[in-house]
């Protein structure tokens, strides 16, 4: 069983941060662990994913340049920097775990509730 906590969600004005936090527990093996998110009326897209064993890190197209993803295997979690906010980056936004496979955005397994990130223009 793996519990996936995200906290850091809220309102913030266009061109603000905020860091996303996510926390893990449970015994199996994370071996990768990313952020997606969906705004309403939209499906859910994956944003940014690191791996467990080496770090390598991607990111969204929509992302990148603004937000960064980093890990702290040893307290088992997983941040989220969002620089540079854009209306169109409010979404609730979900940690997500893959114990199968060290694959990012394809075939996680284990979902957060998610924590709500608002944009005002």
């Known amino acids: 069983q793996v519990q996936l906590v995200e906290s850091g969600g809220g309102l913030v004005q266009a061109g603000g941060s905020l860091r996303l936090s996510c926390t893990a527990s449970?015994?199996?093996?994370?071996?990768?662990m990313g952020w997606f998110r969906q705004a309403p009326g939209k499906e859910r897209e994956g944003i940014s994913c690191?791996?467990?064993?080496?770090?390598?890190?991607y990111y969204a197209d929509s992302v990148k340049g603004r937000f960064t993803i980093t890990r702290d295997n040893a307290n088992h979690t997983v941040y989220l920097q969002m620089n540079s906010l854009k209306p169109e980056d409010a979404a609730v936004y979900f940690c997500?775990?893959?114990?199968?496979?060290?694959?990012?955005?394809?075939?996680?397994?284990?979902w957060g509730k998610g924590t709500l990130v608002t944009v005002s223009s």
């Open positions: 690191i791996t467990t064993n080496d770090g390598t890190t």
């Open positions: 997500a775990a893959n114990t199968i496979a060290t694959l990012c955005f394809y075939g996680m397994n284990h």
């Open positions: 449970g015994r199996t093996f994370r071996r990768a």
